[in-house]
């Protein structure tokens, strides 16, 4: 079991489903803009937005990911999630993520990612974390750029969705890449601090 922990950003506050936000996500990743770019169920009717977060609940209590409420800090709202599938024996994480698309490009997706790389290679001591998105999504691939993961390829035809195949790019950052990551952005800050 990993444990649970509410993680703060300058704008976000990162924590753990609760079953009543099920209605909220059947609002927010029931649309197809939203289901598109990812596994979502869809369409999401309430029972299924309902099984998707207990779900998560059973895959954290069973140390097989980590899921989080991503939250607006002002005012509690929720607008998305984020988390990790996680295969402790490789000590590695894949990342998932969605946000409302009301919530899109304002900057949150690489806010919450940063957060989480940092609290899986910091608090869960993973050695690679890895984010497959779909070809046809680009928006996520700049995030995980901006996040300083590296483009390791691209997987042709890898995936099924909506009846069509889909090629997949793959980005990913090993531990190392992290540190040195950290130390780059520390050596920035104390430049100028
Ligand atoms: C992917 C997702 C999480 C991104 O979140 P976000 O909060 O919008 O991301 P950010 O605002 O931090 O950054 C988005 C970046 O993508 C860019 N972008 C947006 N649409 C784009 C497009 N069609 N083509 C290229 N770049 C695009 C933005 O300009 C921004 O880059 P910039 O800061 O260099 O200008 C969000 O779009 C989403 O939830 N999509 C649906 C679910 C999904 O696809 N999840 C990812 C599964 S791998």
């Known amino acids: 079991m990993t444990a649970i922990v509410t993680i703060g950003t ?12 099920a209605e909220a996500v059947h609002r927010l990743a029931g649309s197809q803009d939203v289901a598109a ?20 609940l059973k895959d954290q209590a069973a140390g097989t990911g980590v899921t989080f409420a991503i939250t607006l800090l002002e005012n509690g709202e929720l607008i998305g999630s984020i988390g990790m599938e996680l295969v402790l024996a490789h000590e590695q ?16 997706g690489t806010e919450a ?19 497959p998105h779909f070809h046809t999504n680009p928006a996520s691939g700049r995030v995980l750029q901006k996040v300083g993961m590296t483009h390791e390829g691209r997987l042709r035809e890898h995936y099924l969705r909506f009846g069509q195949r889909v090629d997949v790019e793959l980005y990913g950052m090993i531990r190392n890449e992290f540190l040195r990551l950290k130390v780059g952005k520390k050596g920035i800050a104390d430049d100028h601090g």
């Open 37 to 56: 770019g990812t596994f979502l169920p869809h369409p999401m009717d309430r029972q299924a937005a309902q099984d998707w977060v207990t779900e998560r």
């Open 93 to 108: 994480g894949r990342l998932t993520y969605w946000l409302g698309h009301d919530y899109w490009n304002h900057g949150y």
């Open 10 to 21: 300058k704008r976000l506050r990162l924590r753990p489903f609760q079953t009543t936000d």
């Open 113 to 131: 990612v940063t957060a989480l790389v940092e609290y899986g290679f910091n608090s869960l001591k993973l050695h690679r974390i890895y984010a």
